[in-house]
């Protein structure tokens, strides 16, 4: 069956970095486009970044443009989230997703998506 496994989360200080990776089994990632959102405790769940299949590309959400970059190695069927400069408001579960995807079509950052890993913590804190 589809599945998509987050990693990299953990503890980090501010103005710090982390890069979390999505791996996904059981579909070819080259096919799919893929979702980076986050949920803090008592906020709603907010879309950061996705990446398109196929061609790749990019959308960002103004609130981490410019800090987070997302990519792909389509020879690992992983997707990433490089997040720099990181603030405590950043702190949040972090999941990805995925859903199948038009060939060069831009992708989305609200829900939808078909399938979701069980997200991993990340923590901005001194």
């Known amino acids: 069956q589809l599945q998509l496994v987050e990693s990299g989360g953990g503890l980090v200080q501010p103005g710090g970095s982390l890069r979390l990776s999505c791996a996904a089994s059981g579909f070819t990632l080259n096919y799919y486009a893929i979702a980076w959102f986050r949920q803090a405790p008592g906020k709603e769940r907010e879309g950061l970044s996705c990446?398109?299949?196929?061609?790749?590309?990019?959308n960002y959400a103004d609130s981490v443009k410019g800090r987070f970059t997302i990519s792909r190695d389509n020879a690992k069927n992983t997707v990433y989230l490089q997040m720099n400069s990181l603030k405590p408001e950043d702190t949040a579960v972090y999941y990805c997703?995925?859903?199948?995807?038009?060939?060069?079509?831009?992708?989305?950052?609200?829900?939808?998506?078909?399938?979701w890993g069980q997200g991993t913590q990340v923590t901005v804190s001194s």
């Open positions: 990446i398109g299949s196929s061609g790749g590309r990019t």
């Open positions: 997703a995925a859903d199948r995807w038009p060939v060069s079509t831009l992708c989305r950052l609200g829900d939808g998506y078909n399938y």
